[in-house]
Nanobody, 124 residues
Framework: QVQLIETGGGLVQAGGSLRLSCAAS????????MGWFRQAPGKEREFVAA????????YYADSVKGRFTISRDNAKNTVYLQIASLQPEDTAVYYC?????????????????WGQGTQVTVSS
């Protein structure tokens, strides 16, 4: 089992930027698809972005396209989410997840390891 720890969240003004990091330990994630999800208060956890194991395919929710960028550094066993032009509606707990098996990369159910999340709060 892989352990995932997210860092980089915080309070930022609208229009600001953050870089979230997800450090993996316990095993390498080099063969995993990696995803970011978020959950706002009172809402279901939703897909934000994902990157396939080889790093050549990126997937984004329509609401974040053009503002969020997912990347990975396999040497550091770490995945990143660069967030720009933050808006109040981006306020949520952001979770990193690893998918080691076949499955829908957009679906929460396909991911078998999750981090504890990092809070992102955007003030208007």
């Amino acid at each position: 089992q892989v352990q995932l720890i997210e860092t980089g969240g915080g309070l930022v003004q609208a229009g600001g930027s953050l870089r979230l990091s997800c450090a993996a330990s316990g095993r390498t994630i080099i063969t995993d698809d990696m995803g970011w999800f978020r959950q706002a208060p009172g809402k279901e956890r939703e897909f934000v972005a994902a990157l396939n194991w080889s790093g050549n395919l990126r997937y984004y929710a329509d609401s974040v396209k053009g503002r969020f960028t997912i990347s990975r550094d396999n040497a550091k066993n770490t995945v990143y989410l660069q967030i720009a032009s933050l808006q109040p509606e981006d306020t949520a707990v952001y979770y990193c997840a690893a998918k080691s098996r076949l499955g829908n990369i957009y679906s929460r159910a396909a991911y078998d390891s999750w981090g504890q999340g990092t809070q992102v709060t955007v003030s208007s």
